[in-house]
């Protein structure tokens, strides 16, 4: 069989989770939300640049960047929340 070198390329996918008490296991069903929807940033070639997500009593903002290999996705919290499920001002 023959195959396209580009066919064969596999793209690396990077997390990077600096939101304390999220699980390894959580993180990736916020990354897998976010590459589920496509890559509907940068004309098409980028993960959503920033989704956010309610976790508990707070929110998460996942970020994505594009390397030159790779994606890069960057879990955060985001604001905490507010009984009501609204940002908490306080």
Do not use: W
């Amino acid at each position: 069989m023959n195959y396209n070198k580009k066919e064969l390329t596999m793209r690396k996918i990077i997390i990077d989770n600096k939101m304390e008490g999220l699980t390894d296991t959580e993180a990736l069903q916020y990354v897998q939300a976010v590459i589920q929807d496509g890559r509907i940033s940068n004309d098409g070639k980028q993960y959503c640049y920033l989704t956010v997500f309610k976790h508990k009593d707070t929110s998460i903002a996942v970020g994505t960047f594009l390397n030159k290999e790779s994606d890069r996705f960057l879990i955060v919290e985001d604001f905490p929340l507010s009984n009501n499920g609204d940002i908490d001002n306080e």
